[in-house]
């Protein structure tokens, strides 16, 4: 039998990749002088049933792709920026801010899908 996917799991684990993402980009903008240092990033966030062989269907380009839901090790790897510094230093304060504004706004958007699902089934409850 199937179990379905819980929203709160979902949002929940969205919720980790983001904090993790959000760590990166501090700690490449904490490195912003450092000589050497390479920017680094996280691998896309995915999702992915528990069950094998069952995968979500892409029918659009801005649907999320498939990964393990409960994963919470995420790859970080190097960026490839095109812009380096003499000291050998890669980090783009642009681009790192772009990144935390983007975790930010996913936060927001994660946080106010849970709060809702969470006052319908509080709804629910209440009425029965």
Known sequence: ???????????????????????????????????????????????????AGERLKVTQSGH???????QTDYTVYNKGAADETQSGNNV????????????????SMDTSIYKLFHRMILTSVRSQ
């Open 1 to 51: 039998m199937r179990s379905p996917v819980s929203v709160f799991d979902v949002v929940s684990k969205h919720v980790d990749w983001l904090s993790q993402r959000y760590a990166v980009a501090a700690s490449n903008v904490a490195n912003i002088d450092t000589p050497g240092f390479r920017a680094k990033d996280i691998e896309a966030f995915k999702l992915e049933f528990d069950h």
């Open 64 to 70: 999320l792709g498939s990964g393990t839901v409960g």
């Open 92 to 107: 783009s304060l642009e681009d790192e801010m772009k990144t935390l504004g983007e975790s930010t706004r996913q936060m």
